[in-house]
Every structure is written in structure tokens, then in C-alpha cells.
């Protein structure tokens, strides 16, 4: 087995990829959310998931900058998210939309995080 050092470098591919792992996961989770009948916890489980379930897989599978990748593609998400629901947006109050957005920011870092603990320092590979 080869092993070699993590390549630092920044991917906009991941971020760009990464947005779209995101937007898939929360238009499957909102099915999901129907399907459960609204409950609450659902919708909180369900509104989350695909940030965490994202931000995992950029940081699992990136060797570049995960932390970083992860953010931007989930900044992507967001501002997607705010454009299409601008008309009932505008009447929300910046507090809350401030809460509405920043958590699924941070839940996005914590499965990059954790993604990067899994994946490791060191990248081993067979020689075929």
C-alpha cells in the first residue's frame, strides 16, 4: 500500500459538487418531512440532516480544504434557498432568519469535521 500526504489545496469543484449534494439531500428530506405527517422532530431532523449528511461527504472524500469546501457549499445552498423563497422572506424578522440560517451553517462544519476525522491525515492507496 502507498501512502502519501493530504493535497491541501482549495477545490471549488467540492464546493460547487458539494452545494448540489446539499440542494439533492434537502429536496429528499422534505419528502421524507411529508411523509412523516409534519411532526416537529422531523422537521428539525429532516431540515438538518442534509447539511450534516453534505458536509460529511465533502469532508470524507476532499483532501483539500474540507472546513472551507464545506462552508462555501453550504453558503451556496443558502443563498439558493433565500432567492427562491424571497416573497416570504421579506416579512421575517432578521433574527430569525439569522437562526434559520446559521444552524444548518454550523450543523455543514460539524459533518466536514467529522468527515475530516474519518478520512485522516494520511491517503492510502494499493499499487495495481
Known sequence: ???YT??????????IGGGVIIWVLQF???????ALRFHPM???????APYVIGGFVIGWQSEGRTILEA????LLVIF?????AHATL????PALLGVLYAVPFVAAIIGAWIGEMVQG???RTSDD
Open 1 to 3: 500500500m502507498a501512502e
Open 80 to 84: 439558493i434557498e433565500v432567492g427562491r
Open 28 to 34: 429528499l428530506a422534505v419528502m421524507v418531512w411529508a
Open 71 to 74: 462552508g462555501l457549499a453550504t
Open 121 to 123: 491525515n494520511v491517503i
Open 42 to 48: 422531523a422537521a428539525a431532523a429532516c431540515g438538518l
Open 6 to 15: 493530504k493535497d491541501t489545496r482549495f477545490s471549488w469543484g467540492w464546493v
Open 90 to 93: 421579506r416579512h421575517a424578522e
